[in-house]
């Protein structure tokens, strides 16, 4: 399967603990974005890559969220101190460049408790 | 995304049955990117538009981008239950921007 992957698939986790989430696109792509989703909504901007440079960040992603590309490749997401309002299906999504259709993951469903 | 609206928000039909989903923006659109997705799933893209009077299609589905590049449609010929699901437009609303702007969606149900 050469789409993007992420994991894990699901997490379940409780206010204030810190959790992270992986994301690889197709291995060509040298943009990734990640978009947060929430039930009955569309999903909505987080951060986005160009190869491993982060290049645009929206003001939905407060100080306790951090990504990173390190190798260009992969990235990760993490949350600090998660609370009950960053329940939501993260998304991570990559192109070949920009204004290049976006493929989109499976996602990773959070679950604060 | 308040910039982008659909219509119908749900649409239930009969297998067979042709059927146009809208979205339209009050801004230009710069990329109108169409994308379907299942409950709790990721999304799987179908089209994309870019040029006014732009119309693609693939297998049973055209998509058009009108001339003002501020409203798309979607139409699905002889409709099957396999194209249930939530439909999401997604477009470039700023020139240069690299993020998508998305509506919350036209939910569509294919009755056997």
């Known amino acids: 399967d050469t789409g993007v992957s992420q994991n894990p698939r699901h997490k379940i986790t409780k206010r204030g603990q810190n959790v992270t989430f992986r994301c690889d696109p197709i291995?060509?792509?040298?943009?990734l974005y990640w978009y947060r989703q929430t039930l009955g909504q569309g999903p909505e901007f987080l951060t986005y890559?160009?190869?491993?440079?982060?290049?645009?960040k929206s003001r939905l992603l407060s100080d306790r969220f951090s990504a990173e590309r390190p190798k260009g490749s992969f990235s990760t997401l993490e949350i600090q101190r998660t609370e009950q309002g960053d329940s939501a299906m993260y998304l991570c999504?990559?192109?070949?460049?920009?204004?290049?259709?976006?493929?989109f993951g499976p996602g990773t469903r959070l679950t604060v408790t | 995304s308040q910039e982008l609206e659909h219509s119908p928000q749900s649409l239930i039909v009969q297998e067979g049955k042709n059927l146009t989903i809208n979205c339209t923006s009050s801004?230009?659109?710069?990329?109108l990117y169409w994308y379907k997705q299942k409950y709790g799933e990721g999304l799987i893209f179908l089209m994309m538009?870019?040029?006014?009077?732009e119309e693609k299609s693939h297998e049973k589905i055209t998509a058009k981008l009108d001339e003002k590049k501020q409203q798309s449609s979607l139409h699905i010929t002889a409709s099957q239950p396999s194209h249930a699901g939530i439909y999401l437009c997604?477009?470039?609303?700023?020139?240069?921007?690299?993020?998508?702007?998305f509506g919350t969606g036209t939910r569509l149900t294919v009755i056997p």
């Open positions: 999504a990559s192109s070949l460049g920009a204004l290049r259709e976006q493929y």
């Open positions: 291995s060509e792509h040298n943009r």
């Open positions: 890559f160009q190869n491993e440079a982060q290049l645009e």
């Open positions: 801004k230009t659109l710069y990329g």
């Open positions: 538009l870019q040029k006014g009077g």
């Open positions: 997604g477009a470039g609303l700023l020139t240069g921007a690299n993020n998508l702007f």
